[in-house]
């Protein structure tokens, strides 16, 4: 099938692009020693874990319990669900456990690992938990110096039925980052504050079997990882219009696209619309710190090629683009159609059921995207 | 079922919010002589679209095929698809009017005529088209005094295989209006843009068999319709905080808010994280314009009272809240259960598969949004 076959709006996913950054952190995680533990929640589908996991051993991060059912039942073994566990979710972990040689759990609250315990214990099953450290991002997490960084390990540790695995943080606050010089700082800071945190733990006699760090461009950045066993980058299979703004990739290795249809042209105003709005785009504002006309994605023709137009508003199905003159105007009529390269590919994924997956321009397969909880 | 028993994040619509909005709506546009053809891409809901239509004739307006396939399969026969129509949507359209008894398009293009009746001809259907009026939104239409508003009727009605159904607008720029006043301005422009661009037509001997109008906060403030036969408003059935603020509605007749849990606190920054992130809620910035702190949503207890905390930040799976003080943190444990009144329901309505159906406290039914295009 061609693209100008497609019903828009839909996901166009290059997978020679896929595939080559799939290539290139694998690469480089596993050069340094560490093992590869992608963030399925960019993508959400089973097809594209498959490319990201080869060569190492196939453990993955969710964020859902809906990714984890869904890549659980498609022979994924290793699961680690990253958002801390609350006692709604307890019963559906502990039957995802019973799925999974290992499902982790992670946790950075006193009171679950007595709370979570009771209920493994009733179910007769052994969970795995994770403390998760805030590393600087302030969104989640124990402070690495804190008593609650040694006395949760500890009450976990205690617990009949949970076994402590180790520590996890996440660098979020990587994406505000404006240099290269910056970004490794950050980086660094990510991988030796875990460090500084098992080396603590162990030395009061508490096993950390596992350190586990990562974000896309951390592990983009970062000079080495030794003493370091997992990274968990994930936006950086897809890329989009925020990380090569922010220089961690190029815009020729964004790999999603959402094809498009202009449904509307005014050249009084030399305005088009497209039929890619909120939904189709999601309204994430992308790089908007870095460039305030980054607007809510570029507009791409169907070979890829910035066409140097921007979606400047949306609302639920349609998309606005100023044009900068009568010229640019003139290359579109209703029904043409073009690719809109997203700010944040995550989101927009998630606003999808489906990739178009295409091979030297045309479309050769279509993969599911497992949503909801 | 009881809301502590559902999972989280998860879409709670309260029936009998619902049921007074809708009839308050459909008796406001009633009493004023026109026919409602709400906008169900607030809800993509065929039990909410039940409730919306009962005492006018179940016309209804769509914003995605994926809507009039799934209405029309489930006994809607008057569908409007209110997205100017692009040659690559012309095949399944003419599909869906083999469906309906009535499918009609939009169109603002003066191309569009000659190539959908080329179409139809070849297909062997007539097609009902609207023609598109800019009534000052400037998002789509031509502007009424314009030669093509006279044009592409013509050209309709010199088609063989096409039917001029009339003229449509949408005063999309209501949702900037910042006084009741304002409001009611633009609410008669709206209306009295329409009826001189229909006299226009019929002093051409052209006729104009429905003039269509509409949007929440428009029809909620119009004086009259005379002359108006059909009303289009959509968001008014869920209502939410961006028309809360805007006075459209009082914050008790949104219906539609996101059961959600705490996953983490943090006694020393007064925060709290739910479950409930940027996929759950959209991250549509609301009346951003008028509140600057409206953040991503309200937090309501169980019971829907508002907590006073609002959602601050958020990413995929989570949403930032910042407390006041201490007491209003000391409310909070990770589990604890909320429900966020996002900013724009239709947005968030669209990131689920589901509602869950609350009447007096506790959960009577779940009913399948058709999301998709």
Redesign the interface.
């Known amino acids: 099938m061609e693209l100008e076959e497609l019903?828009?709006?839909?996901l166009v996913l290059d997978i020679e692009r896929v595939r080559r950054n799939a290539e290139r952190m694998a690469e480089r995680v596993g050069a340094q020693g560490a093992n590869l533990r992608p963030h399925v929640?960019t993508h959400k589908c089973v097809e594209v874990a498959r490319l990201q996991t080869r060569g190492h051993n196939g453990a993955i991060t969710v964020?859902?319990?809906a990714e984890a059912r869904a890549f659980a039942r498609q022979g994924f073994t290793d699961i680690l669900y990253a958002?801390?566990?609350?006692?709604?979710?307890f019963d559906?972990a502990i039957e995802l456990s019973r799925e999974c040689e290992s499902f982790s759990l992670i946790t950075?609250?006193l009171?679950?690992p007595a709370l979570l315990n009771e209920r493994a214990r009733r179910a007769g099953v052994s969970l795995d938990l994770f403390l998760k450290i805030d590393c600087g991002y302030?969104?989640?997490?124990v402070e690495p110096e804190s008593a609650e960084a040694l006395e949760i390990p500890r009450r976990i540790l205690d617990s009949s039925n949970l076994r402590f695995r180790g520590i996890l943080t996440h660098a979020?606050h990587s994406y505000h980052c404006r240099t290269k010089e910056e970004l490794l700082a950050l980086a660094r800071h990510e991988r030796d504050v875990m460090i500084e945190a098992a080396e603590r733990l162990r030395s009061l006699n508490i096993p950390v079997p596992t350190i586990s760090i990562g974000s896309t461009p951390t592990i983009t950045h970062v000079d080495h990882l030794d003493g370091i066993d997992e990274a968990r980058p994930g936006n950086y299979i897809f890329f989009d219009a925020f990380q090569a703004t922010l220089g961690s990739c190029g815009f020729d290795d964004c790999a999603l696209s959402v094809l498009s249809?202009?449904?509307?042209?005014?050249r009084a105003?030399l305005k088009i619309?497209l039929?890619a709005g909120?939904?189709?785009l999601?309204?994430?504002?992308g790089a908007v710190e870095f460039d305030p006309d980054c607007g809510y994605g570029l507009v791409l023709d169907l070979q890829g090629r910035d066409t140097g137009a921007r979606i400047g508003a949306l609302?639920?199905?349609?998309g606005?683009v100023l044009l900068s003159d009568e010229e640019s105007f003139n290359r579109f009529?209703?029904?043409t159609?073009v690719r809109v390269l997203a700010n944040h590919s995550?989101?927009t994924a998630?606003?999808?059921?489906h990739y178009n997956v295409l091979e030297r321009g045309s479309i050769v397969d279509r993969w599911e995207i497992q949503?909801?909880?």
Chains 1, 2 share one sequence.
Do not use: M, Y
């Open positions: 019903k828009t709006p839909c929640k964020s859902t319990f958002v801390p566990v609350e006692p709604g979710k559906e950075d609250d009171e679950i302030h969104r989640c997490g979020g249809a202009v449904v509307h042209r005014d105003r619309v039929d909120a939904i189709a999601s309204k994430d504002r609302s639920q199905e349609h606005e009529r209703v029904g159609r995550c989101l998630a606003q999808h059921s949503r909801g909880w």
